[in-house]
């Protein structure tokens, strides 16, 4: 795998390291073949530390792993790219993603949107509230008192986004239609069904329609 690799003067290559369900950046690390090959033998991201001089497995022991899904190279050959699924988080602060500090005067551009795996965090507190029921948590009473009331609050969000879309303006449709996608979460997060099979599933029906129309 690493033939053809631009390896650099003391033989690494970067690594960006990106969620594979979400899109969500969340760090860059070194690669030296030892590394690459450690990867794709076991599955686990793999980096070189330069600091310590040698091999580290990311997560290793945090038990914030890394499982590669792909691995691909730019158009130079000259940095990598490792599409993850990520336990835990990846920054060694604490936070989701290395990429959290915002330099000083770059004012967000007109049209910026949140960073991607906003849903993926929004999942992690239901499935934590589920786990460990908190006094006074919404997502905590609302999963208490059952899969029927769960239900009842989607079909009344959905009847409230119908009314705002014919009824009200942009914004209250945006905010029910936000409400809907929450209490659709909490099911499947009582149900215990990852909701990255939700995109998987809009992925394959792409896929699909792409083929067929090519």
Not at 183 to 210: D, M, N, S, Y
Request: aromatic share 6%.
């Amino acid at each position: 795998m690493s033939e053809g690799l631009r390896w650099d003067a003391n033989g690494l290559i970067p690594a960006v390291v990106q969620e594979a369900e979400t899109g969500e950046l969340l760090m860059v690390a070194w690669m030296d073949r030892e590394a690459l090959e450690a990867t794709t033998r076991t599955g686990l991201a793999h980096f070189h530390s330069r600091s310590r001089g040698g091999l580290w497995q990311k997560g290793e022991t945090s038990g914030h792993r890394q499982h590669v899904r792909a691995i691909y190279a730019d158009c130079d050959r000259d940095t990598l790219l490792l599409l993850v699924g990520q336990e835990g988080v990846a920054c060694h602060t604490g936070a989701r993603t290395c990429f959290f500090e915002r330099l000083e005067g770059s004012e967000k551009p007109d049209g910026w949107e949140v960073p991607a795996g906003i849903l993926d965090r929004v999942v992690r507190v239901i499935e934590s509230r589920k786990a460990s029921p908190q006094p006074g948590s919404y997502v905590s009473s609302l999963i208490a008192q059952g899969e029927a009331a769960v239900l009842r609050k989607i079909g009344e969000e959905a009847t409230e986004l119908l009314l705002a879309a014919l009824t009200e303006g942009d914004e209250r449709l945006v905010s029910e239609l936000a409400d809907l996608w929450f209490h659709t979460l909490v099911l499947l997060g009582q149900r215990g069904i990852p909701f990255h099979r939700v995109l998987t599933e809009l992925a394959h029906r792409h896929a699909q329609k792409t083929t067929h129309l090519g």
